[in-house]
């Protein structure tokens, strides 16, 4: 006799048996939705019946919220970011946004979720300034992973106030164009910070950075945690000799300065910026 449970089974997909996906848990549902993202959540997945509108409405629904737009500083996005985090109720544990990031939209995300904020990606967000993005960071102590790549980050005494903020930090991606130039004393400040102030990283991504091998034997030092270093356009960086050795010995993924950037693992909004090369001093 047939069950009148709804439930199923992997067996019963592949036979073409039908699933009743209002049925699904609230936990598998809410896994579902984070993979449309947050715009396509609020314009079309609310829509689809009742027990989803209510889903849409739970905060937990927005414990995590991407949102990538493709218009520099789109107020729109911008609004409805900020609508999303206070709907979360100061559960927000994951927010990844592009191009449309602003200093008052960094300080209301720090003010609505400082006690759970784990993961903070931005990404072209011309509209962030050094200030607003140390001050709203500042103000999340318990960081993990933070992402500026293409943004505005360009002093260093800024970053060390990042890393001194973030005593869990994780994960840090910095990432820019390639810049080819006569070397300067001051290209190693950056990675000389995240040395001195980031000690338990394990992923590092610092693409188009001008780091030396100076810097690089700083991060070695400092960071004895590091499993993924990610150089790719760094060409200030000769990688060969004992450095090299050590690099390979310690460090499960290196991607070296001229290593093909078609098969960077990030996704293509940093890609298609990755490609672009500075050239300067010829």
Same mark, same amino acid.
């Not at 390639?178 to 950056?190: A, I, K, S």
């Given at each position: 006799?047939?069950? #009148? #449970?709804?439930?199923?089974? @992997?067996?019963?997909?592949?036979?073409?048996?039908? %699933?009743?996906?209002?049925?699904?848990?609230?936990?598998?549902?809410?896994?579902?939705?984070?993979?449309?993202?947050?715009?396509?959540? %609020?314009?079309?997945? &609310?829509?689809?019946?009742?027990?989803?509108?209510?889903?849409?409405?739970?905060?937990? !629904?927005?414990?995590?919220?991407?949102?990538?737009?493709?218009?520099?500083? *789109?107020?729109? /996005?911008?609004?409805?970011?900020?609508?999303?985090?206070r &709907?979360?109720?100061?559960?927000? %544990?994951?927010?990844?946004?592009?191009?449309?990031?602003?200093?008052?939209?960094?300080?209301?995300?720090?003010?609505?979720?400082?006690r759970?904020?784990?993961?903070? &990606?931005?990404?072209?967000? /011309?509209?962030?300034?050094?200030?607003?993005?140390?001050?709203?960071?500042?103000?999340?102590?318990?960081?993990?992973?933070?992402?500026?790549?293409? +943004?505005?980050? #360009?002093?260093?005494?800024?970053?060390r106030?990042?890393?001194?903020? +973030?005593?869990?930090?994780?994960? =840090?991606?910095?990432?820019?164009?390639? =810049?080819?130039?006569?070397?300067?004393?001051?290209d190693?400040?950056?990675?000389?910070?995240?040395?001195? !102030?980031?000690?338990?990283?394990?992923?590092?991504?610092?693409?188009?950075?001008?780091? #030396?091998?100076?810097?690089?034997?700083?991060?070695?030092?400092? +960071?004895?945690?590091?499993?993924?270093l990610?150089?790719?356009?760094? =060409?200030?960086?000769?990688?060969?000799? *004992?450095?090299?050795?050590?690099?390979?010995? &310690?460090?499960?993924?290196?991607?070296? @300065?001229?290593?093909?950037?078609?098969?960077? @693992?990030?996704?293509?909004?940093?890609?298609?910026?990755?490609?672009?090369?500075?050239?300067?001093?010829?």
């Amino acid at each position: 006799m047939a069950s #009148s #449970s709804s439930s199923f089974s @992997p067996m019963e997909m592949n036979k073409g048996g039908c %699933v009743n996906w209002v049925e699904l848990p609230p936990e598998l549902t809410t896994s579902i939705l984070h993979l449309l993202g947050a715009v396509e959540i %609020v314009k079309t997945a &609310r829509k689809v019946c009742r027990s989803w509108r209510r889903l849409c409405k739970d905060p937990s !629904t927005w414990s995590k919220i991407v949102m990538h737009s493709e218009e520099v500083g *789109d107020r729109n /996005y911008e609004k409805l970011c900020s609508h999303l985090v206070r &709907r979360s109720q100061g559960g927000l %544990v994951e927010i990844d946004i592009s191009r449309f990031g602003t200093d008052p939209l960094l300080r209301y995300i720090a003010d609505k979720s400082s006690r759970h904020l784990r993961i903070l &990606r931005i990404s072209f967000c /011309y509209q962030v300034t050094d200030g607003g993005l140390v001050a709203a960071v500042s103000r999340l102590p318990l960081l993990e992973e933070l992402e500026v790549s293409h +943004c505005s980050l #360009s002093e260093e005494c800024r970053l060390r106030v990042v890393g001194q903020s +973030c005593p869990n930090l994780k994960t =840090f991606k910095k990432n820019g164009s390639g =810049f080819r130039g006569p070397r300067h004393e001051f290209d190693d400040v950056f990675a000389l910070a995240i040395a001195e !102030t980031m000690p338990r990283l394990c992923h590092l991504e610092l693409v188009g950075d001008r780091l #030396s091998d100076v810097g690089l034997k700083a991060i070695l030092n400092g +960071c004895p945690n590091l499993e993924h270093l990610d150089l790719h356009k760094c =060409f200030n960086v000769e990688l060969v000799g *004992d450095l090299e050795t050590r690099c390979i010995e &310690r460090i499960k993924v290196v991607r070296r @300065p001229n290593d093909s950037i078609h098969d960077h @693992p990030s996704d293509a909004r940093h890609v298609a910026s990755a490609e672009g090369v500075v050239i300067m001093g010829r």
